[in-house]
């Protein structure tokens, strides 16, 4: 999937993944896309409560190479 | 309308220093409208400096230890600090963040933080050793938040 910006969360334990990619939204544009990176295991859960929340929406999310990726379209 | 998180923050260790830091940096990530009243112990997590925010084995059976350690042993000089010292590595391996990283994402996204009047002066602390960007009320500055607010939690 083509994306506008990556943010690198690999290594960060809850909250920071959520609330790092919310900071790496905040520049970005209505429509827009963010590929977020993430290799704590609720970020799974988590990035779905946060897209749900705050209207961004959750276009795509899986694994690679070991990472969780999501990528969200900035509302 | 944008939601409220009303959040009471009475301890002064570093377990029960964390909840209130992360569910108010959360909140605000999400777009909700925070504020958290620092009271009692709570207000330890105003300071500058929070280098005194310890964690204890002694009286918390539920901590995990890396060897099995005596209540006679616990409460040895030192132990509290040597504690605090390996929680902390603990956290910074597991990408856990710092409570002064935790409290400046909350403060740059705008959760607002009260200190309770009456403790500050009941302990005589200093406000100078507080950060800035803090408001100081009593219980009556709390009710008219946390009647307004969604989500209300005593930490």
Not at chain 1, 8 to 22: F, H, N, Q, R
Not at chain 1, 56 to 68: R, S
Not at chain 2, 97 to 111: F, K, N
């Amino acid at each position: 999937m083509n994306f506008d910006k990556e943010y690198d969360a690999s290594g960060l334990s809850c909250p920071l993944p959520i609330v790092k990619t919310k900071k790496a939204l905040a520049d970005m544009t209505t429509g827009q896309v963010l590929k977020v990176v993430a290799t704590d295991p609720g970020s799974v859960c988590d990035m779905a409560a946060f897209a749900e929340q705050t209207g961004n929406a959750l276009l795509e999310q899986g694994e690679e190479a070991g990472k969780f990726v999501f990528f969200l379209k900035k509302a | 309308m944008t939601k409220k998180m009303a959040l009471i923050a009475t301890k002064g260790t570093l377990d029960m220093a964390y909840p209130p830091f992360i569910l108010g940096s959360t909140a605000a990530a999400l777009g909700w409208d925070v504020q958290i009243f620092f009271t009692f112990y709570g207000l330890q997590l105003l300071r500058k400096d929070l280098s005194d925010v310890k964690i204890s084995p002694l009286a918390n059976p539920a901590m995990p230890m890396p060897v099995p350690m005596p209540v006679m042993v616990q409460m040895l000089p030192g132990m509290e600090s040597m504690a605090t010292m390996m929680m902390k590595q603990k956290m910074k391996s597991k990408g856990v963040a710092s409570l002064e990283e935790l409290r400046d994402l909350c403060l740059e996204a705008e959760v607002k933080f009260v200190a309770c009047q009456m403790t500050v002066d009941l302990f005589e602390f200093s406000k100078a050793d507080f950060i800035e960007n803090v408001e100081y009320g009593g219980a009556a500055t709390f009710m008219k938040f946390a009647g307004e607010s969604d989500v209300c939690l005593f930490i």
